[in-house]
């Protein structure tokens, strides 16, 4: 079977010829089959008429565009005047009053389609509008998608119907408030409740395998926009939930498109002006010969033996650039008129070779002159173009290739040729019964009448096996199964070169001349008026078919893809209000928090620096106080030295120094101590400051303080090298007062006093001695100087030896106090003690401050963040409401378009429509 019938979902009958990869245009061409002839002339049906000419249906398609529009749009088939398309032209002939009856009745029945056809087109227009701003704000917003949950047959949760969830965006946010909100969504059709009850079946049976719903459940929610989502065994609901929210998004842009694409699709098919009508039956039957009738011109080959093997349609020689020619399309190639190698060339005599011969096509398109008038001609009657397809005969190869062929969109009407002899075939059955799911009513042509002697017998048979194949084109059965005699009617005389040169046709019927025979004459007419009616019964059927099968597939997706946007926006309007929600509150909480954040970071930055500077204060002065004490009470005291003796003097000077030395280093020490617990104290305040402003992370704050001075880098008490000299061992100043008492006398003092001390300072002595002389005069110092010179000395040595564990203590400590003092001792170690506890404080002073800053900065950012989610949030929240309020009121001016109350049905017997 050729791929340009059954590989594309093209709708435009008259396009087939249009290139493959051309696009859908926005303004369709003119009707595309074969048009001649003018219309009627009755006042009634030409008023109708001249609304059709200002109302063409297409009034309203265009965006903006008021249905009470008289503008003429972009698509009209009117816009060329001199070509007739679908607009009624004038009659040629006086028309009686039944075809004037027929006539207005079409022109009614178009008004009503045009009027329907300009609401659907008005609403796929607005629809793509709705789906661009939504694939828009799915960009900047992504959507979220619901997923279905499994339905909780608690008692908490009655409803059999499935809840909705947003899932991905919101997943790991169980907090949200809406997570396990429930939504519904109201059934709008029969089949949506019949599919809701199916799946609650369904459910029921997956609950106990599956922890979510199944995808039909998914399904059940969305008709278009359902994720495909086929990811090894995962559920599609978990995939949705594992899912990345940018992941949706973009998998729902993609169905947003694919939709955008098929709503112009089916834009142009509402647009399209033809219908297309498959004629199939029995091989043998006459298909051939009743499609040869209906075109008044024998242009099929007709022959005995069973001949049709390959689909025949029926095209306006118009599209050929007026060329009666037949273009044979090759196997697998797609039909392209413009394209010469997708097909070959022959002339309508040579459309019986190629009909035969089908081993090399399969189908082919036969460009022809309509012979008839707009009034007579069912092809071109001025209300809808037809185009016929005449298929090969049914048998066991054929019958499943015609009911796919039968089963395309494209094709409005099936008409079913059987013969009045033979009647349905056991193919012809199975076609049927194929058939009927597709196509609720088959338009019957009983053909072959004439050979009928008995005729009510057939009918009553034919009716009888029509009732068991299909019920409800019994039902109708007055509007569509007729016996005709399709060989009976008269050829129109075909044009120079036709394939029937003489144009007289079949109209024999059996070679009787009806001018000879009045009887025959009558009966002639009979079966041409059995045609006729025929014909009107099969255009009022197509036009019928055509609203069904043009306007009723956009108006199903129109209500299906208003119905997901509902559905979607009425999840994505809820999570936005509870995003906005959640997002106002936290700014609540965040606002204050950064406020009091920034104030405590100056605080606390103030405090610690204040704890930190009293803290290495004390520190300082305490051990400034402590050392200096230490130091200048060095002398004092017990150091734990017993003294040795006058001879190991020296020695015991050594140990005395080193005692000294020791207390002070030990006074360093305990000034460590004290640091050591003045920084333990600082760093809990700095501690609590942490856990008071930044929480927990401030309680595994250690502290060890015995690393603390470790390594001693100070000046050691130690270190401190102080000579002992002999001098160190006299205390000079209680010696002098011990001398007065001694000696009683000033001279004896001063006598003692200079020898005394140049005996003990050694050198020039002799001097001295002289000068003594010469002051005291030789006389008086014969008698003094000896004894008193051996009394001082010998009291004085005495002093000072009995005095050594007494005076050379502090001797020492002076000498220590000033050598460290020239160090700087005190002031050096205090320093140092102090520096260390700053240091330790700093730490986690720093820590905190950065702690702090960082603190800042997060909740700066974090309401930066929530900021622009609210934002986002508000944005989203209209848009999506004003999305649902949109979608619902489209989905209810569709459920409006009643497609199944129209005139025409009420004209026809008040056939409803399949
Ligand atoms: N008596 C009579 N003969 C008819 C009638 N219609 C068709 N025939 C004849 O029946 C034969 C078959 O007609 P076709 O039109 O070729 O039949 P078909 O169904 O197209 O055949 P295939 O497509 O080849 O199966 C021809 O010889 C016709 O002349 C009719 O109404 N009455």
């Given at each position: 079977m050729s791929q340009d019938y059954f590989s594309k979902g093209k709708s435009a009958a008259g396009r087939n010829d249009e290139p493959q990869n051309t696009p859908p245009p926005s303004t369709p061409s003119r009707p595309a089959y074969m048009t001649v002839g003018s219309g009627s002339t009755s006042n009634y049906a030409t008023h109708l008429r001249s609304l059709l000419d200002t109302d063409s249906g297409y009034g309203g398609s265009?965006?903006?565009d008021e249905p009470s529009s008289s503008k003429r749009p972009l698509g009209s088939p009117r816009t060329d005047p001199t070509l007739s398309g679908d607009m009624p032209l004038q009659r040629q002939s006086t028309s009686s009053p039944e075809s004037d009856h027929h006539s207005q009745a079409a022109a009614v029945h178009q008004l009503w389609y045009n009027s329907h056809r300009a609401a659907l087109n008005r609403s796929i227009s607005k629809v793509v509008d709705l789906l661009k701003t939504l694939q828009e704000m799915n960009v900047t917003w992504p959507a979220h998608y619901p997923s279905v949950q499994r339905a909780d047959t608690s008692a908490d949760h009655p409803s059999s119907r499935p809840g909705l969830q947003h899932a991905a965006s919101m997943a790991g946010d169980p907090s949200s408030p809406h997570h396990s909100r429930q939504?519904?969504?109201?059934?709008?059709?029969?089949?949506?409740?019949?599919?809701?009850?199916?799946?609650?079946?369904a459910d029921n049976k997956n609950a106990a395998e599956s922890p979510r719903l199944v995808t039909q459940q998914i399904a059940q929610e969305f008709s278009v926009l359902k994720l495909d989502l086929k990811l090894g065994a995962l559920h599609q609901a978990e995939l949705v939930h594992s899912l990345e929210k940018s992941s949706i998004a973009s998998l729902l842009d993609g169905k947003i498109s694919s939709s955008i694409k098929h709503l112009l699709l089916l834009r142009e098919r509402i647009e399209d002006t033809s219908s297309k009508v498959l004629v199939t039956g029995d091989l043998n039957a006459g298909k051939s010969t009743f499609c040869n009738a209906l075109l008044r011109r024998k242009v099929l080959p007709e022959d005995q033996q069973p001949c049709t093997s390959i689909f025949c349609e029926v095209l306006d020689a118009r599209d050929n650039a007026g060329v009666e020619e037949v273009h044979a399309v090759h196997k697998n190639a797609i039909y392209n008129r413009h394209d010469e190698s997708s097909y070959d060339v022959f002339s309508l005599q040579e459309l019986e070779k190629i009909v035969l011969d089908n081993a090399t096509y399969i189908q082919c398109k036969v460009y022809i002159k309509d012979v008839r008038t707009i009034d007579e001609s069912l092809l071109n009657n001025g209300v809808v173009d037809i185009a016929l397809i005449d298929a090969p005969g049914?048998?066991?190869?054929?019958?499943?290739?015609?009911?796919?062929?039968?089963?395309?969109?494209?094709?409005?009407?099936?008409?079913?040729?059987?013969?009045?002899?033979?009647?349905?075939?056991?193919?012809a059955k199975e076609f049927i019964w194929a058939a009927a799911s597709e196509k609720a009513y088959i338009f019957m042509v009983v053909n072959g009448y004439d050979l009928i002697r008995d005729k009510e017998r057939c009918q009553k048979l034919i009716l009888d096996q029509v009732y068991g194949l299909s019920p409800r084109t019994f039902k109708e059965s007055t509007e569509l199964v007729h016996f005709v005699s399709s060989n009976a009617i008269p050829m129109a005389p075909s044009p120079p070169g036709g394939p029937d040169g003489g144009g007289s046709g079949s109209s024999s019927g059996g070679g009787d001349d009806p001018n000879d025979d009045p009887k025959g004459k009558g009966k002639e007419k009979e079966k041409v008026r059995d045609f006729e009616k025929l014909e009107q019964s099969l255009r009022r059927f197509v036009l019928e078919k055509r609203a069904r099968s043009k306007l009723a597939p956009a108006r199903t997706y129109l209500l299906n893809i208003l119905n997901d946007v509902n559905v979607l926006a009425t999840v994505n309007s809820d999570v936005a209000q509870s995003e906005l929600d959640r997002v106002s509150k936290d700014l609540e909480e965040i606002e204050p928090q950064l406020e009091s954040s920034r104030k405590a970071k100056a605080a606390v930055s103030d405090d610690v620096d204040k704890t930190i500077e009293e803290t290495c204060k004390d520190v300082y002065d305490h051990s400034r106080n402590t050392l200096n004490s230490t130091i200048a009470r060095a002398g004092e005291g017990n150091l734990g030295v017993p003294y040795p003796g006058l001879f190991s003097a020296f020695e015991y000077a050594e140990e005395i120094k080193e005692a000294m030395l020791s207390q002070i280093s030990a006074s360093v020490s305990s000034c460590e101590d004290y640091a050591r617990t003045k920084a333990v104290?600082?760093?809990?305040?700095?501690?609590?400051?942490?856990?008071?402003?930044?929480?927990?992370e401030y309680h595994d704050l250690n502290f060890r303080p015995e690393v603390m001075f470790r390594r001693r880098r100070d000046l050691s008490a130690k270190q401190v090298d102080v000579p002992t000299e002999l001098w160190d061992f006299v205390d000079w100043s209680t010696l002098m007062q011990r001398q007065e008492k001694v000696a009683g006398t000033g001279m004896a003092l001063t006598v003692a006093t200079a020898i005394g001390g140049r005996i003990v300072g050694g050198m020039g002595w002799m001097d001295h001695t002289l000068n003594a002389v010469k002051i005291i005069g030789n006389d008086n110092l014969r008698k003094l100087i000896v004894p008193g010179l051996v009394l001082a000395v010998v009291s004085a040595a005495a002093y000072v030896v009995q005095q050594i564990p007494h005076s050379l203590p502090h001797r020492l400590s002076e000498k220590i106090s000033k050598q460290l003092a020239t160090m700087d001792y005190v002031h050096a170690n205090s320093t140092r003690i102090s520096s260390s506890v700053n240091k330790v404080l700093r730490f986690p002073a720093d820590n905190l401050r950065v702690?702090?800053?960082r603190s800042v900065d997060q909740l700066g950012a974090r309401r930066e963040e929530t900021l622009k989610v609210r934002g986002e949030s508000e944005v989203a929240l209209k848009y999506f409401g004003n999305l649902v309020r949109e979608s619902g009121h489209q989905r209810s001016m569709v459920e409006d378009i009643d497609l199944d109350a129209h005139p025409q049905a009420q004209g026809a017997g008040g056939m409803s429509i399949a």
């Open positions: 265009i965006i903006g939504l519904r969504r109201s059934m709008t059709t029969v089949e949506d409740y019949e599919a809701a009850e199916s799946s609650k079946d049914l048998n066991s190869d054929t019958t499943k290739t015609t009911a796919v062929f039968a089963r395309q969109e494209e094709i409005d009407v099936v008409v079913f040729v059987v013969s009045a002899a033979n009647h349905f075939t056991q193919s104290g600082g760093v809990n305040v700095i501690k609590q400051l942490g856990i008071m402003h930044l929480g927990n702690g702090l800053a």
